[in-house]
């Protein structure tokens, strides 16, 4: 991997399609000029994030808050320096520490140009984990253990390498290609955290429903706090829905805080006893009492002897496609959000962007917004919001 130079993206890489844009960041297919030529033409992902500060030009003209505005397009989203450094710090380490490993993304190279910088990283082409998974009409527990099996390979060389991910959440987890038998990989290390280099950083934005009591209650964020988004990734593998629901996020945070939990749905019923057995420790309230992920690769669910090989509930499938689409919903509503100049200035991101100048009245339009797009409660950054 190269150091900070002055090579171009574009000298060595062609971009094409959009893949997906994250809070701060576009993702495009890139193809390296060298191979154009080739038969397996090198395909990549380029993740291009930009640097807050500097000259923003004025986007179109839209409509905002019944007022007509420039807003900035894609390219003008910004980003902190703590943010970009962070994800690069972590990638570097992950390409010293961990690289190559079959669950976790691979960083090829990094391009810094001036106002932000380009992660060329492997190109991921087989899609998010529970669109693969509602793509099935019904699925076994043996298959949900192979996913966990993946996700705990992944974390173990992560956690060995004393990187804690911070931010696990199935849209975080894409596999590398559509093949039956493809890898699943684990990406997007924005948030995550490496021991004695890395500021903490909080996640502001998205839903709180894969986050550890300690992280909730800003205690301290250890590889313990994966294990436990891992529990909730199982738990709704095994259901379709997630394991702390309420109709405030207030509740569930309190929920998530006490370990409030039950596996009282019907759906349960057919589930392992070893499944459950695996959930309830993974999602215990003391970090410690959880299993680590090398102790995951050696339980007996996970290596899929003590999971069941029929097919679960169809209910199941019913009940994850219904959660997968209202929390893409609820995404794209948060990226409308966070593309727009005035996101990037709030109260909340003002401390961490080191950004002093946002109105009271541009605060309040925000979390008018914010109530809007959020009405169901979800959503962590508007509970920080109204307190
Ligand atoms: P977030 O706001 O969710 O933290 P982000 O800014 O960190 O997002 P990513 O989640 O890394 O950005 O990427 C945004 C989207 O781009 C992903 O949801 C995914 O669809 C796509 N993407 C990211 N990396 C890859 C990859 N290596 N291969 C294919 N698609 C990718």
Redesign the pocket.
Known sequence: MSRIDRRKLSDDYEVVDV???????I?RKGIRKSSIREKNQNQV?I?TLRRLGGYTPPGPLQTYNGHKKRLPSWNQISISDALLTNEIVVMRRIVEKVSPHTNV?NLYDVYEEGDGVHLV?????GG?LFDRIIAQERYSEFEASVVVQQIASGLAALHQANIVHR?LKP??C?FLDSSARSPLKI??F??SSVEDHTDPIIAL??SIDYVSPEALSRHEVSAASDMWSLGVILYILLSGCPPFTASTNREKQQRILAGDFNFEDPTWKTISFSAKDLISRLLSVEPYKRPTASDLLKHPWVIGDSAKEELMDSEVVTKLQRFNARRKLR?AAI?SVLSSKVALRTKKLKSLLGSNDLSTEEIENLRLHFKRICANGENATLSEFEE
């Open positions: 893949l997906g844009r994250g809070g701060f960041s993702v992902a993740k993304i990283l492997e190109l991921c082409s998010e931010d849209e975080n894409l990406m997007d924005g948030l934005f998205g995404a990226a």
